[in-house]
């Protein structure tokens, strides 16, 4: 039996939708667009902490690099091979792009501190991502789909910028990134609605597991990550953890054909 879909495609538009429908229900007093222009970053304190956060940004790029790069071989689904070769291009090239940046405004490369925080990923991690189709799904939701609304956010309370990053970022990081979200969902979805409902309900079950492990062991960077992006971009909003929750909810949900009230308990950003 095939269940009926509804979901819409997943697209930017679903995406800001779904955000700003949470960020009204939950957390009504964050403005849904900037009120104030930020600064560009220019004392050294400003500086130092936008070295942080970009070191972290690079990580996070080069860290998908590396999985990917490990696992392209060995799922063997070459239209999934093809859209990984252009997720391994995109994030490398934004992991580049940051590493120049940073070094522009520092004077040295920072490659090795961008590697040691990659090193970090791997250890929390584990070998997660490299444990079969499951753990990879588990891996791209939680390094594609599950922050993007704290980005969202981000990008409506920062009070500090660096104008060539944003710039960067506008034009090729944002539409890459919702490339891969969309990539990733079409993927899944090919595996996911040829199954049977019994067997929606055992990969449902699957895939919840195997997500959880993972938020519980990116839950301690997620918040010291958190910590240094505020620092870095002046923001001064709390309490955003609910929308992080909610938001994954919502991916989970879409990702499994499970509405939100009927996903069991999942683990929280602030446990
Ligand atoms: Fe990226
Ligand atoms: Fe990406």
Known sequence: MTATITRPAWTIEFENETIDRLIDKYTPHIPKKRLQEPTAIATAEELENFYHFRVGGAAHDLFIVQVVANVIDKIPDPELQLFLSRQLGDDGAHAENTRRRVEALFGHDPIEDIQKQVQKHWDFMGDIPRRGWLGFLAFELHYEHHIVAIGSLNRRLSRLYDP???????????????????????????????????????????????????QRRRNPYLKEHEKISRRALGIEVEETGVIYDTWRQEVLSYFLDIPVSQLPKLVSIDD
Do not use: N
């Open 164 to 214: 060539q990053s944003s710039s960067f970022a506008t034009a090729r990081i944002i539409p890459d990134e919702t490339f891969h979200r969309a990539g990733v969902a079409e993927w899944w979805l090919r595996k996911f609605d040829k199954a049977s409902s019994t067997e929606k309900a055992e990969l449902a079950a699957q895939v919840i597991e195997a997500d959880e492990e993972v």
